[in-house]
């Protein structure tokens, strides 16, 4: 961290300390305002795992009090990682205390899994469609030979010879 950020953010947490506790909720995102968007980020999406609430794009922004435009746009690859990695640190962080697995790593799990299950549904989709492609060939294929191969058919049953049995002499015959 920047020491300009640690200073900004000492100096937000000193002036909300001086407030009375009443005024604080009100007073939390004016004082935060002057923080750097990703550390912003940052507190409110460790606030949000830790109180197992579901951490997206939408959340983060209002607990951290950044607009969805600009300030998401400059900063969405350190917020997306944020949002990606976030349970599992505050997880991390509550187990060294004693704690079990949080609600907020198991919504990660979920979210995880929920990307698997989608990622599984479009290579079926796709396999499908590969296969149906070719099952289609398959059938043209087909009917393109199929008239050509009773041709042949019918031509080689018109060259075989029906052969018959011929016995072998027998020793009392006269030959």
Not at 81 to 105: H, K
Not at 122 to 139: G, P, Q, T, V
């Amino acid at each position: 961290m920047f020491d300009a950020s640690g200073d900004a953010l000492e100096k937000a947490i000193r002036n909300l300390a001086e407030r009375s506790m009443d005024d604080v909720p009100k007073e939390v995102s004016v004082e935060f305002r002057s923080l750097p968007v990703v550390l912003r980020a940052a507190l409110g999406a460790v606030a949000l795992a830790a109180a197992g609430r579901p951490l997206n794009g939408v959340t983060l922004a209002a607990a951290a009090g950044f607009s969805r435009g600009t300030a998401y746009r400059h900063n969405r690859e350190a917020v997306n990682l944020l949002i990606e990695f976030a349970p599992a640190l505050v997880d991390s962080m509550l187990n060294r205390v004693g704690e079990g697995s949080s609600l907020t790593i198991l919504n990660a799990n979920l979210r995880q899994r929920d990307e698997t299950i989608a990622e599984l549904r479009e290579r079926l989709h796709s396999s499908e469609k590969e296969r149906e492609m070719a099952l289609a060939y398959a059938r043209d294929l087909f009917e393109t030979v199929s008239s050509e191969i009773r041709d042949i058919a019918a031509e080689k049953a018109q060259k075989v010879r029906v052969l018959r049995v011929v016995e072998p002499p027998s020793e009392d015959s006269p030959s």
